[in-house]
């Protein structure tokens, strides 16, 4: 059996709850298709959040990455295409702001996923969930930790990121305007993402 290594965040910023947490926490130990899922959850912490899905990597040895991250305000589940030898903005949840700081000093400007992320999409629509590539995964904490873990395998095996809109409980809780899917449907929707994976 396969393994997959299934990474999702903590709560961060203003949001108090991160539909990743509950879909890692679910899906932990399943098995989906050809894979065994392993559950992560990663801090918002640019120290933590790398060597930690590194040495869990290490531990694992698996066939196939996926890190799940929370995009607010988007509507569609949204595979990124890329991730960037950047980080900036916002204090994470330690309280450290970066600025045009590099992921690492000698890295290549950029890393493309390794998930099959056209197939992605079109496997979501063909199942009715709302989905697109994204052409960027920003310079935070997501786009830290798909770099990283692309930096590490490279096109060794499937690896890479996907970004997901609010639940309806985060858009209840935070800003009831904000696009959002049920808990059931941001999971099952995930599940597809695996189902597909070779
Ligand atoms: N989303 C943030 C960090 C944690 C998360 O779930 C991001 O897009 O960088």
Not at 167 to 194: F, N
Request: charged share 25%; with cysteine.
């Amino acid at each position: 059996m396969k393994k997959l290594l299934l990474s999702g965040f903590e709560p961060f910023l203003g949001f108090p709850i991160n539909p990743t947490e509950s879909i890692v926490k679910e899906l932990d130990g399943k098995v989906i298709g050809n894979y065994q899922v392993h559950g992560l959850l990663l801090l918002v912490d640019f120290e933590n959040a790398g060597p930690k899905i590194l040495e869990e990597m290490e531990k694992v040895q698996p066939d196939a990455v996926i890190s799940l991250g929370l995009a607010g305000g988007r509507s569609s589940i949204t595979p990124e295409r890329i991730a960037v030898n950047c980080r900036d903005g916002e204090a994470d949840n330690r309280g450290v702001a970066l600025q045009d700081s590099p992921i690492y000093e000698d890295g290549a400007d950029g890393y493309f996923s390794t998930l099959p992320i056209r197939k992605m999409v079109n496997v979501l629509n063909e199942n009715g969930f709302p989905a697109k590539v994204s052409d960027t995964a920003g310079t935070y904490l997501c786009n830290n930790v798909m770099y990283t873990v692309l930096h590490a395998t490279g096109k060794r095996i499937p690896a890479g990121f996907v970004h997901i809109p609010a639940s309806h409980e985060l858009a209840v809780a935070y800003k009831k305007e904000m696009p959002s899917w049920s808990q059931k449907d941001l999971t099952a929707a995930i599940e597809k993402i695996i189902e597909m994976l070779e």
